[in-house]
C-alpha cells in the first residue's frame, strides 16, 4: 500500500507530534494518564468505590494481616484504573487478575495482574542459556504486569515489596495452577521505569526476586486512546475499507501501529525523499525515549527451575527455603522491613494519610514516579 503524497505527508505529521513532547518515558506515562482519566468525575461524598481501598493510615504493619482474592474483573479494572500511575495494555494469553486485602479492615491494598510471559527476553536467555522451547517454558512461567501498592500505603509501609513478594508466594501459584492445570516454576517481571530510576521496589527482596539483568528493548510507544482509532480508522478507509491486520491476529494494536509506520516510510521514500528521512529521525528519537528495564525472576523455592524450563525433566523439587515462599512466612518477611520504615516516617513526621486516586481533579497533582 503506497499513499499519495499529500496524504503520507498528513499522517507522517500527525504522528511525528503526537510523539513530540515525550523527551522521557514519564512524560508518555503522564499523558496516557491523563487520556484515561480526563473523563473519570470525582466521586460524591458516600459513593465512592474508592471506600474499598486501604485508608487505615495510623494502622501499624505489626496489626496488618492480609489474604489473596478475586473481584469482579470490572472492578479490578475500575479500582486498578484509578490507583495505577501506567497501565500497560492487555495482551492475549494467560492472565489472572487478584487483588491483596487486610483482613481487619477488609479493604484492597494493591493489586495483581498475571499475564504470560514476554516472547523473547536477554536476561531470561542468558539465564537458560538460549532461546528457550516456547511450548515448554509458556507451560511453566507466568509474567507480572501490574503489581500496584494502594497509595499512600505502598510509601508507608513498602506495600510494592509485600505485593511483589505475595507474587512469589505459593499462595497465588497454587491460584494459577488451579486456573492452568499446570506446575508454574518461575515467575518474571519488570521495573516500569527502566533506568530512569536508579534503583525499584523489587531490589533487596531475596530470596523472593533476584535481579537479572536489563532489557534491551528498544521500541516505539504505543499509541494513545485517543489517537490509535483515528488513525486506524483512516488507514482502514484508504485502503479500501479492509483494517490493515485481521481482527483476530495477536498483539493486534502493536502489529497495526508497525504497519502504519511502514506504509508512510515507504510511501514517503517514493514521494518525498527530505519528508522520508525527517521522519525516520523523528520515529528513531520517539523509540529512544523508551528504556532498558531491570528484570527480576523468582523460581518460587524450587532447585531445578531450569532443568524443567529446558524440557530436561518434568518433576520439580523442592529447594531447602521452598516453605519460606508460603503466604503466612512471606508477610512475616515483609512486616520486619515495614514496621522499620512504618516507625522511621512516624518519627520523622513523614506519614502519609491522604489516598491517592486518579480522577480529572487529581490528574495533575499525583507524581507520574512516586
Not at 64 to 88: G, Y
Not at 131 to 160: E, H, T, Y
Not at 292 to 300: A, C, G, Q
Amino acid at each position: 500500500m503506497i499513499l499519495e503524497r499529500k496524504d503520507a505527508i498528513y499522517v507522517a505529521q500527525k504522528l511525528m507530534n503526537y510523539f513530540k513532547d515525550f523527551n522521557r518515558i514519564d512524560d508518555y506515562f503522564r499523558a496516557r494518564k491523563i487520556e484515561r482519566v480526563r473523563n473519570i468525575p470525582a466521586p460524591l461524598p458516600g459513593m465512592a468505590l474508592e471506600d474499598d481501598l486501604f485508608q487505615n493510615f495510623d494502622m501499624h504493619p505489626e496489626d496488618m494481616n492480609f489474604e489473596v482474592v478475586q473481584i469482579p474483573t470490572k472492578l479490578f479494572d475500575t479500582l486498578l484504573e484509578k490507583t495505577a500511575s501506567f497501565s500497560p495494555d492487555e495482551n492475549p494469553g494467560k492472565t489472572l487478575k487478584v487483588v491483596v486485602k487486610e483482613t481487619n479492615t477488609n479493604t484492597v491494598v494493591g493489586f495483581i495482574r498475571y499475564g504470560s510471559p514476554l516472547i523473547n527476553s536477554k536476561p531470561r536467555n542468558d539465564y537458560l542459556g538460549g532461546v528457550p522451547d516456547l511450548d515448554i517454558f509458556n507451560k511453566r512461567a507466568i509474567m507480572g504486569f501490574n503489581i500496584v501498592p494502594v497509595q499512600p500505603f505502598g510509601f508507608n509501609c513498602l506495600g510494592g515489596k509485600l505485593l511483589a513478594a505475595i507474587c512469589c508466594s505459593h499462595a497465588t501459584r497454587r491460584m494459577l495452577n488451579n486456573k492452568y492445570d499446570t506446575e508454574f516454576c518461575l515467575f518474571e517481571t519488570t521495573s516500569l521505569y527502566g533506568n530512569i530510576k536508579g534503583a525499584s521496589m523489587y531490589d533487596g527482596m531475596r530470596p523472593y526476586l533476584r535481579y537479572k539483568g536489563d532489557t534491551e528493548s528498544k521500541f516505539l510507544l504505543t499509541l494513545g486512546e485517543e489517537i490509535y482509532p483515528e488513525l486506524k480508522d483512516w488507514f482502514t478507509e484508504k485502503n479500501g475499507g479492509e483494517e490493515l491486520i485481521h481482527k483476530s491476529a495477536s498483539s493486534r494494536k502493536l502489529k497495526m501501529q508497525t504497519k502504519m509506520v511502514g506504509i508512510i516510510k515507504s510511501s514517503l521514500k517514493e514521494h518525498d525523499t527530505k519528508a522520508f528521512e525527517l521522519f525516520s529521525k523523528e520515529i528513531a528519537k520517539a523509540s529512544d525515549v523508551t528504556t532498558n528495564k531491570r528484570f527480576y525472576m523468582s523460581e518460587y523455592g524450587f532447585s531445578n527451575t531450569k532443568d524443567v524450563l529446558l524440557g530436561k525433566t518434568n518433576t520439580l523439587q523442592k529447594a531447602e527455603n521452598f516453605d519460606r515462599f508460603e503466604l503466612e512466612n512471606v508477610i512475616t518477611w515483609w512486616k520486619k522491613l515495614a514496621i522499620k520504615r512504618y516507625n522511621n516516617i512516624v518519627a520523622d513526621g513523614r506519614v502519609r494519610k491522604e489516598l491517592e486516586v486518579w480522577n480529572k481533579d487529581t490528574m495533575d497533582k499525583i507524581d507520574i514516579i512516586r
